[in-house]
C-alpha cells in the first residue's frame, strides 16, 4: 500500500510541473482513499483548488486542516470576505511569512486602508535581500501611496523602474499628484515603450499588446485633457470605450468622456454612465472611480431636470459611501433646485454633525442663502486647511461684516496676522482698522508692513499713503515724517469741491436676506392683490367705453374673442383661408354644382342685393385712424 501511494505522489508531481492541477486534484483524492490523513496530499489539494478558482471548496478543507491558516484567509480575500480574511491572518503566530505579509496588505489596501498597507509594504521593502524580485512589491508600494493620496512623498525618493511598466506607469500618478505633468507624460511614454517591448519579446501579438497598453493610453489622454488637449483626449476615450478593453478601464474612459461633454450632449453621458454595470464598480473599479461615477451620474440627471432619478443616485451614493466628498455638494444642489421653502433649512440639520471639507463649504452656502452670514462664518471657521489664507480671512470678514460682528471680524484679522506677517494680510488689517476708525492699530499695522523687505513698489506706496492717513489722526508729526517719503506728484487744478463731489459714497454692508415662508407667502398675496386691481381697472375701462355718446352694444366688449391679444400665427385659427375652397380641376371645369355656384361672382352679388339689410356695429373712437396709426408706430 506504501508502495502505491509513493507511486501516486511520482504521479501527483509530474502533473503540478505540468501544471495540469485538475488531474493533480484527482491523483490527491486517490492518495486520500488510501491514506486519509496525509497532511501533503490535503494541502496540495487546497493549493490546486486555488488555482482552478474553486475557493470555496478550498475553503472548506482550509478550515477543516490545522496549518492552512494562510490559504484559509486568501479564500475568504477571494471570495471578497475581505473582513475574515485579516481576522485570520491577525491571528497567525509571528513572525508572519512574506506570503501572508503580503495578503494582509492586500486585503488593507482593498478596504481603503491605505496608510496601514503602506507601513506593512515599506516594511517588506526594508527587509528584501538585493537578489529579491521587489517588482510587484514596488508597483503596489507606489499604488497605495497613490491611493492614499501621498504620492508627492514618493517623488524625491526615487525608486528605480527596474525596466518595469508597471512601476513607470504608477510613477506617473506619482508625478501628477506632486503637481509634475511633464514628468508625468515622460513617464507614460516610458511606460508604453516597456510595455510594447517586454510584451514583444515574451510573444505577444499585435492586439494582445495593443488591449495591455490601453491603461497607458488612457492615462496619456487624461494627462492630454487637463493640459488642454480635450479633442484628443476624446478621440481616445471614444476608441477604448468601443473596444474589449478591461470593463474597469472602460468605465474609466465613459467617465472622462462625459466630463469633457460637460452639459453639451447630456443624454450622451447618462447613456454612457448608465452603461456601466454594478458588478463593474464593485469588482473593477477602486471606491475613488465608484464614487466618482455615481456622483457624475447624478449630476448629468441634475441637470437634465430629472430631479427625482438624482436624488435616486445620491441616496446610492450615501448608501455605499456615507463620507464622499461629493455628496454634499450634490445635496445643495438638488435643494436649492427645489422650490420647496424646508429643503433648505432641513438640509441644515442633516450637514450640521458633518467633518468634511465640502461638507462644511455646503452649510456655509446655505447659511448665506438662508440670511445667516454669521453662521456662515463659524461654518467656514472649522475647516483647517484653508484657514489664514488671505481669501479665507476676507471671505471670514466680509461676513461678519455682513453680520455686524466687528469683534470676530477684527479677531480673525488679529489671528491672520500672527499666523502668517505676509504683505496682502497685513494691507488688508491694516485696511480694516482704518475703516473702522482704529487708527493707532492701523497705522501700526502699515508700519510692520513697510518694514518688510519683500514688498513690491506700488505696494508699498500705496500703504505708505495709508499710514500717513492713519497718522495724521493719532501723530501728526509722524505723518508729516511718512509724507515727505512719499514720491512726489503732479500737481491738479481741480478744487477740493470738485474731488469731494467725486468721491464715491461709502457703500452700507450688504446683509445677505433671504425670504421667509411667510414673506413668500406675502409676495404671493401681493400678486393676487396686483390681478385684483387688473380686473378692476379693465371693468373701470369697459365701463368708461359704455358710457361714451356713441357706444354701440352690438360690439362685444364683455366678452371679446379670447385669441385677439394672441400673435395670428398663434391662434388655433391661424390657417391659411379658404383652404376648403373647390376651384376644380384646372381646365376641367368638371366641379359639383353647388361648389359651381361658389365660382359664379355674379350669381353671388345678385344674392346679396337681393337679401335683407343687416343692421352692423360700428366701433367709433376719439381720433382719426391716422392718429391711430400714428400710435402704432411709435
Known sequence: MATDVQALFVELQTQL????????????????AKAPNDTDAIRVKAQCLLRTGKFDKALEIAQNVKGLELERAYCHYKLKQVEKALEVLSDMAEPKSKSALHLEAQAHYRLNNFNAAIRIYE???????????TVELKTNLIAA?????????????????????EIAFNKSLVALQAGDVVAAGDQLRHADQLCRDSLKAEGYSSAEIEQEAAVIRVQEAYVAQITGGEDRALETFRQV???????????????????????????????????????????KCSSAQHQVI????????ALMHKYDEARDAVDALAQLFPDSAYLPPLQLHLALAEE????????????????????????????????????????????????????????????YDAALDAKSSAAIVDAAVNHSSSAVLLEGDGIAKLRQGQYAEAAAAFARLLDLSDVEPERRVRCLAYCVVALS????????????????????????????????????PAVVTALAPKEKAKKKENRERVLRKRAKRKAQFIASLKAKPDYNPLIGLVNPDPERWIPRKQRSRRGRKNRGKFVGAQGSGMGAQKDALKLDAAARAAAKKAAPAVEKGVLVTDGPSMNRKARKRR
Do not use: M, W
Request: hydrophobic share 40%; proline share 5%; net charge positive.
Open 17 to 32: 510541473q505540468r501544471e495540469n492541477y485538475q488531474k493533480a486534484i484527482d491523483t490527491c483524492n486517490k492518495i486520500r
Open 473 to 508: 489722526y493719532v501723530d501728526p508729526s509722524g505723518a508729516s515724517t511718512r509724507a515727505a517719503t512719499l514720491p512726489a506728484i503732479q500737481s491738479s487744478n481741480l478744487s477740493v469741491e470738485d474731488l469731494v463731489r467725486r468721491a464715491p459714497r461709502p457703500r452700507a
Open 145 to 165: 501611496y497613490v491611493a492614499a493620496g501621498r504620492g508627492a512623498e514618493l517623488q524625491a525618493r526615487g525608486l528605480e523602474t527596474e525596466d518595469s511598466y
Open 123 to 133: 516594511a517588506l521593502l526594508s527587509n528584501a535581500h538585493a537578489s529579491d524580485d
Open 340 to 399: 420647496d421653502p424646508s429643503a433648505l433649512p432641513s438640509l441644515v440639520e442633516t450637514l450640521k454633525g458633518s467633518k468634511t471639507s465640502s461638507g462644511l463649504l455646503a452649510l456655509a452656502h446655505l447659511h448665506c442663502r438662508l440670511g445667516h452670514p454669521g453662521k456662515a462664518a463659524d461654518a467656514l471657521r472649522l475647516i483647517p486647511e484653508i484657514q489664514h489664507t488671505p481669501g479665507t480671512v476676507a471671505t471670514l470678514v466680509a461676513l
Open 241 to 283: 470605450a468601443k473596444s474589449s478593453a478591461d470593463t474597469g478601464l472602460v468605465a474609466v474612459a465613459q467617465n472622462n468622456i462625459a466630463t469633457i461633454q460637460r452639459s453639451k450632449d447630456l443624454f450622451d453621458s447618462l447613456k454612457r454612465l448608465r452603461s456601466v454595470t454594478n458588478d463593474t464598480l464593485r469588482e
Open 294 to 301: 455615481l456622483a457624475n451620474t447624478a449630476l448629468v440627471l
